[in-house]
Structures are given as C-alpha cells and as structure tokens.
C-alpha cells in the first residue's frame, strides 16, 4: 500500500427530512443552529458515523461506541494496553524522542481512525502521553438555508420502575419533549493533508474506503431520532490535486460547490434544487451520488 502523496478535498451534501442529525444536550437536544437558524452537525458527530461505517466494513477501528463494539474491551485505554509493545512504551518514565516515534506508527498501524483523524494518548497511571495529528480533517456541517425545528410533547410510558405506594401499579408516565428538523439540506467539507498522511501512513487505498464512508454515512444510522430514509446523502464530490500543495487553497476548492434552489414547490425536496461544482482550471472532480 502507497502512502497517500497529493492533497484530496471533498464535499458531501446531504439532506435532512423530519429527523434530529444532532441534538444539542446543553438546549434540551434540540437540533443544533448557529445564530443565523442555520442548521448545524457538527464534525465530531460526523466523525462519529464515519467510524461506524468504517467499522462497518471491517477496518479496525480504536474510538469505538460500547454498542457497537467488536471487541472484549470497553474503553479507549484497556484497546490500546491490548498492544503490548504500545503499552510498554506508555508505561516508560523517561520516554526518548524515538519513542514517541514508535508509538506513533504503532497506533496508526493498529487503528484506522487513528490514522485518519489523529489521537491523544494520555492516560491515568501512564508516565508517556502522546498527541497523534490525523490527515482527515471534516468541517461542521450546515444547511444552506435556515431550517425550521418542529417540537412535539410526547408521552414517555416505560414503566421502568415500580410503585413505591402500591408495587402492583405501574408507576405514572412521564412527558417529554422530540424535536426535528422539517427539511434541510446540508453540506459539509473535508481535506485531506498528505504531510500528515506521511506521518501516520494514510495510503491511497485509506482514503478509498473514506470516500465509500462518504457516500453511505448514514447507512445503519437508524434511531427514533433519525428513521431509516430521514437522512440521505445526495452528493460527494471528491478533487484529487497533482501536488502535496495543491493547484488550490482547501477554501477555493470548496467554494466550488453550488446548491442552488430552482423550485418553490410547496413539498420541500432535494429534486428543487441543483447540486453543482464549478470546474477549477488543472484540477478534475469526481462526483458521485449517495447511497
């Protein structure tokens, strides 16, 4: 496998029908909006599913959910203390430059989103602590328009505990409150930085299996919060440039992508817009529609 040597951008729009892409716990979960009623999903929760389909197809995955998890280890800590070699040089008291190094290559050798996104090693009881800067970067995700959040009061009927006064009554409902995004389309951007790839060992063939993340980022996502066909990528655009530098700046490339309304049908839908890229001078895009 060749590591990667020229720097990739990618694009991905997607759309957002009646779901929460991403509640924020600090507003009650409410679908998170910027100041503007821009809708926003942030980069960690897009991370979050990258890593699920990842994992999805295979590839060994560190930072991984304990619902999800296909290994005997239930935190960060006891997977990486499962690499001896790794674990020995964490537990070193004067730790030299080279092994940092050693580490380093350790820990993206071993784990897929290690050496995609980067990783800060640092554990109670353990005398070395490393920071690993992954290749992959992701942006916040935002609609392009406004979006309006519906919330609805629900009954929540559990019955998840007794009834202290008389055991043999179920103890009373409980209300709570679901929210959602009525429609929205989104996009967010990416890059790929092949100093870095260099560093942790990215290859071409890594950022493959990125690119088929992106395009079924929200395959095996079902929740009550998002059903199954709420969240739907429409696009990816993906620019491979000839140099480590780049024909252009991550900001010139992404602001080629163009979501434009061209309908004002009263159903909202992805079909009343247009989804392009303008063409960039000495650098092709590759354009792809979501699964």
Do not use: C
């Amino acid at each position: 496998m060749s590591v990667l040597k020229n720097k990739i951008d990618f694009a991905v729009v997607f759309t957002v029908d009646k779901a929460n892409p991403n509640g924020d716990p600090l507003n009650g979960n409410r679908p998170r909006q910027d100041f503007f009623g821009h809708g926003e999903v942030s980069d960690v929760a897009i991370k979050r599913k990258l890593r699920n389909r990842l994992q999805d197809e295979g590839q060994p995955i560190l930072v991984q959910s304990d619902e999800r998890r296909t290994d005997a280890y239930r935190s960060i800590k006891d997977r990486v203390e499962s690499v001896d070699e790794l674990k020995k040089l964490l537990a070193k008291a004067k730790a030299t430059g080279t092994d940092e190094q050693t580490a380093e290559m350790l820990a993206s050798e071993n784990w897929y989103d290690v050496r995609a996104f980067g990783q800060v090693f640092a554990f109670k009881g353990a005398k070395m602590s490393i920071g690993i800067r992954g290749p992959v970067s992701i942006h916040t995700a935002t609609s392009i328009e406004p979006v309006d959040v519906t919330s609805m009061q629900i009954t929540k009927s559990v019955n998840s505990t007794t009834n202290e006064k008389d055991p043999g009554q179920k103890t009373s409902d409980t209300m709570g409150m679901k929210h959602r995004v009525d429609f929205g389309v989104y996009v967010f951007y990416g890059s790929i930085n092949p100093q870095l790839a260099e560093r942790t060992g990215f290859t071409y063939e890594d950022a493959e299996s990125l690119k088929e993340a992106l395009k079924t980022l929200f395959a095996n996502d079902t929740s009550s919060a998002r059903p199954d066909g709420s969240m739907e990528v429409n696009k990816v655009f993906w620019w491979e440039h000839n140099s480590k530098l780049g024909q252009y700046s991550s900001a010139a490339v992404h602001r080629a992508v163009k979501v434009e309304k061209t309908s004002e049908a009263v159903k909202p839908s992805i079909e009343n817009y247009q989804i392009t890229a303008t063409p960039l001078e000495g650098l092709s895009v590759e354009e792809y529609a979501g699964l």
